[in-house]
């Protein structure tokens, strides 16, 4: 079975300042990759996807950026955070590039813009 | 309308309840259904899958109706440790990206 490592698991952060999340995946290849943001008591908001390296697809406009460099690393960054950007940032992963068999998280990283 | 919709509760219950959740999905074209738990501040964690003729694990029970499109969460005998956030995931057939979570029913087990 996969995993999913995630780092850092809390970040604070000022407003204006760049960001860089980094997940990777053990157990797996050709990974679907995920990145979900979930504000405090709300549900999960797909911020980007991706099918293959180099592959990025965005769900939602905003500063926010991600890259696939590697088959099993997924990065989410920002040139310049926003207060509205903190949140419970959750990377995923379906094994082998097929979503029927659900998803593993990593165990998050929880950003706060101060 | 959103495509998966969740009572968000909270459903509080004495330890011993039996307690069900309802997650109605509108997208017919769906292929695999999950139910996820999430405990205050951690990642969702896989609990079930989902299948038509239901799924049972231990007091858990899972159960999907393709023709009314929803599916089922049955836990019988609750525990405190069953208190979390229980999110329903609908996969459609084709997947990548297209996946949509629920907002998560809220439950707490009161001794």
């Known amino acids: 079975s996969q995993t999913i490592h995630q780092w850092p698991a809390t970040l604070v952060q000022p407003v204006g300042s760049p960001l860089s999340l980094e997940c990777t995946v053990e157990g797996t290849s050709n990974p679907n990759l995920y990145w979900y943001r979930q504000a405090a008591g709300r549900g999960l908001q797909l911020l980007f996807y991706s099918v293959g390296i180099g592959q990025i697809s965005s769900e939602v406009p905003q500063n926010l950026s991600a890259s696939r460099p590697q088959d099993r690393q997924f990065i989410l960054s920002s040139k310049k955070l926003l207060l509205s950007d903190s949140g419970f940032y959750l990377c995923?992963?379906?094994?082998?590039?097929?979503?029927?068999?659900?998803?593993?998280f990593g165990s998050g990283t929880r950003l706060t813009v101060v | 309308r959103k495509e998966v919709e969740q009572d968000p509760g909270p459903f509080n219950v004495p330890e011993g309840a039996t307690v069900a959740f309802n997650c109605t999905y509108s997208n017919s074209a769906s292929q695999s259904f999950f139910w996820y738990r999430q405990d205050c501040r951690k990642e969702p964690k896989l609990l079930m899958s989902v299948y038509s003729s239901g799924n049972e694990d231990g007091r858990f029970t899972a159960q999907l109706n393709r023709a009314s499109q929803y599916i089922s969460l049955l836990i019988r005998d609750s525990k405190l440790s069953d208190s979390a956030t229980y999110l329903c995931v609908v996969i459609p057939f084709t997947n990548a990206g297209k996946s949509t979570f629920g907002d998560g029913t809220t439950l707490t087990v009161k001794p």
């Open positions: 995923a992963a379906s094994e082998g590039g097929d979503d029927s068999y659900g998803y593993t």
